[in-house]
């Protein structure tokens, strides 16, 4: 139990152009989710916690009109890069949270922007 | 920032136990030390965790000590397939997680 899916798992886009991802818990209800980006050789940075019909919440310095996210329902949370450019090309991790604080992360998404 | 110490990188022969310090000096009285790894290219796993009792499960063990400032994680028979980045995180239940550096583990053959 507790699966977290991500699509796509990778994803090649021009410069310039908007790109969708989405991460579904599979078979619990999440409360919250959580969006992450990772960097080549670096940990995993915060960039967004998002509860169900309610305004994600940023960290600081995420840029919320270029990182948009989506919580319509207790399984489907999306993120969207707009107008993408090289330096956003990362690997994007989603978790879910089940009731209780556990935290269960997706396969990751890995965005390259040409 | 990230409130728990951890080894950069770390070596432990395949088959042997391998042991991974976390130091957590600030830790309070309502936080949990929970561990996850990430292997290459994957989104992190959940390890274990625990609150201030030694806790098992069948991936590994969790020693925390008497005082809660440090503890170790206890992978008793490490595989090639345990090689990974190790993350040491302290939180509230519930609470969102600010990943630190990690240690990396390699299993050598």
């Known amino acids: 139990g507790a699966v977290v899916s991500q699509h796509p798992s990778r994803v090649i886009c021009k410069s310039g152009t908007s790109v969708k991802i989405e991460c579904r818990s599979l078979?619990?209800?999440?409360?919250?989710m959580f969006w992450y980006r990772q960097f080549p050789k670096q940990s995993l940075m915060l960039m967004a916690t998002s509860n169900e019909g309610s305004k994600a919440t940023y960290e600081q310095g995420v840029e919320k009109d270029k990182f948009l996210i989506n919580h319509a329902s207790l399984t489907l949370s999306t993120l969207t890069v707009t107008s993408a450019h090289p330096e956003d090309s990362s690997f994007y991790i989603c978790?879910?949270?089940?009731?209780?604080?556990?935290?269960?992360f997706g396969p990751g998404t890995r965005l390259t922007v040409t | 920032d990230a409130k728990t110490t951890q080894p950069p990188s770390m070596d432990c022969a395949e088959g042997r136990a391998a042991n991974l310090p976390c130091n957590h000096s600030?830790?309070?009285?309502?936080?949990?030390v929970y561990w996850y790894r990430q292997i290459h290219s994957q989104g992190p796993q959940y390890i274990i965790h625990g609150l201030k009792n030694n806790e098992t499960n069948e991936m590994a063990s969790l020693i925390i000590t008497e005082d809660r400032k440090s503890s170790t994680l206890i992978l008793p028979h490490a595989t090639l397939r345990d090689t990974a980045v190790y993350y040491c995180?302290?939180?509230?239940?519930?609470?969102?997680?600010?990943f630190g550096k990690g240690t990396r583990l390699h299993i050598l053959p």
């Open positions: 978790s879910a949270s089940l009731a209780g604080g556990q935290q269960y």
């Open positions: 600030t830790i309070s009285g309502n936080e949990y």
């Open positions: 995180i302290v939180r509230v239940k519930g609470d969102k997680i600010i």
């Open positions: 078979d619990f209800q999440a409360t919250t």
